[in-house]
């Protein structure tokens, strides 16, 4: 645990992300599933308060949140869901979302576990609970509208994430 700046700067990109996708989805698909609507309104609202936290822990360090990296796992995640091409596109936005709240939780808790620094990691372990709640919110949606074949997506996705997980470098982020 080095690039604790560089970490929390990743971090906050990371949590604008969650919030922008979240309202990008209330637009692309409200309309045709009006109960997306409020829960991911709150859930943007909530990032966004993620990301403000992030932000004061990077006051702290006279640290700035930096550009935004580009996101390798993210990126390749949602080229792996285009190419398999069989899911309708709200399932797999939902999907993809739900696997990186899942990716999340499990590195907030290894950061839990190894950040020094006994504030941040109260810190990591209540966004780790967060994150497991927003799996599921995300995981359950899916469920609700695609039934059975949101369930076979999911381990159809989680196979290719495995696979992304594997190739990718270890960097201090959130996701890799
Ligand atoms: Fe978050
Ligand atoms: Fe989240």
Avoid at 21 to 50: C, I, N, Q, W, Y
Avoid at 51 to 73: M, N, T, W
Avoid at 112 to 127: N, S
Wanted: hydrophobic share 45%; with cysteine.
């Amino acid at each position: 645990m080095t690039d604790v700046p560089g970490l929390l700067a990743d971090h906050a990109h990371c949590e604008l992300k969650a919030a922008q996708s979240a309202l990008s989805m209330v637009g692309r698909f409200g309309d045709e599933a009006p109960d997306l609507v409020e829960p991911l309104s709150k859930l943007a609202r909530e990032e966004t308060a993620h990301f403000r936290q992030v932000c004061e822990h990077l006051e702290a360090r006279s640290a700035g949140i930096g550009r935004p990296a580009k996101d390798d796992y993210v990126g390749a995640l949602r080229k792996a869901a285009r190419q398999d091409g069989e899911a309708p596109a709200m399932l797999d936005r939902l999907l993809v979302s739900a696997l990186i709240e899942a990716r999340s939780c499990e590195r907030f808790q290894v950061l839990a576990e190894g950040v020094p620094d006994a504030e941040l990691a109260d810190f990591y372990r209540g966004l780790m609970a967060a994150e497991a709640r927003h799996f599921s919110l995300f995981r359950g949606l899916a469920e609700k509208h695609f039934g059975a074949e949101a369930r076979r997506r999911l381990d159809r996705l989680a196979e290719r994430e495995a696979e992304i997980a594997h190739m990718l470098p270890l960097g201090p982020t959130v996701h890799g």
